[in-house]
């Protein structure tokens, strides 16, 4: 199980005028997710979304607060903890000048994958995302989607017990999308955790077993979709959400 408990993350900007003021991206986020669960990040961009699962992920360090995966921590445990974790981030550069399989290979290198199962490993990837035409092409020459699902391919490869997704479906089209999101029910199904944030609100509705909205760094509402619809006495997430901040006005 992942626990996150009162997470902060405090950053400082400068204003106009060179003076300096102190933000929190993140304040006082706390929440559990269970095996084979979907745990929804919701919410828009500048939410605090990207900062929270950079934190989970062993990317930023908190300012205050605690992650534990299975009773294990950073602080303790770092090497450990992010073998069993897959971080996808909508922005994660991939090299352009090698084939998927190549990608592929290298990374389960550096997961010490054992080289007996690299290709089989390597097989199923291609087959559960679809890439088996394009799996030897220069990744340079592919689309998005197909380059999205190759970033995808290199968090499975050695297997993970958590993933944690930021923006996975984020400018893709219908097909790439589809198939990511089939990809993460297919994860769910074998038990695994998985974080999925997103500001595509129909697709949390459509996967997600439990969403957390975020706004401006701190948590808005959380519940499953029908708690929240029920909650906010509407029909669907996105009029939910815009219920909960009293409308696109005090956003400005």
């Not at 979304?49 to 602080?75: C, H, Q, V, W």
């Amino acid at each position: 199980m992942l626990k996150v408990k009162d997470l902060k993350k405090k950053f400082i900007k400068y204003e106009k005028n060179k003076q300096k003021s102190e933000f929190y991206a993140d304040n006082g986020i706390s929440f559990e997710a269970d095996k084979g669960k979907i745990i929804g990040i919701l919410g828009p961009n500048g939410a605090g979304k990207t900062t929270l699962l950079r934190m989970i992920a062993g990317i930023l360090e908190p300012t205050s607060g605690t992650i534990e995966y299975d009773n294990l921590t950073f602080e303790k445990n770092e090497i450990e903890i992010k073998k069993m974790i897959a971080y996808l981030s909508g922005n994660t550069k991939i090299y352009n000048s090698i084939s998927p399989y190549e990608l592929l290979n290298m990374c389960a290198e550096l997961y010490d994958v054992p080289k007996s199962k690299r290709e089989t490993r390597i097989k199923e990837i291609s087959e559960i995302l679809n890439m088996k035409d394009f799996l030897y092409n220069k990744i340079e020459n592919l689309s998005t989607g197909q380059t999205q699902r190759v970033n995808i391919a290199r968090c499975l490869i050695h297997d993970p017990k958590y993933y944690i997704l930021d923006e996975a479906t984020s400018g893709l089209d219908i097909l790439s999308s589809q198939i990511i999101l089939d990809f993460i029910k297919t994860e769910k199904g074998k038990g695994k955790t998985i974080l999925y944030s997103t500001h595509y609100m129909e697709e949390a509705e459509n996967i997600c077993d439990y969403c957390i909205m975020i706004n401006k760094g701190v948590i808005i509402e959380e519940g499953t979709p029908e708690k929240i619809r029920k909650n906010t006495k509407t029909t669907n997430l996105r009029d939910a959400f815009f219920s909960l901040i009293g409308g696109t006005k005090n956003e400005e």
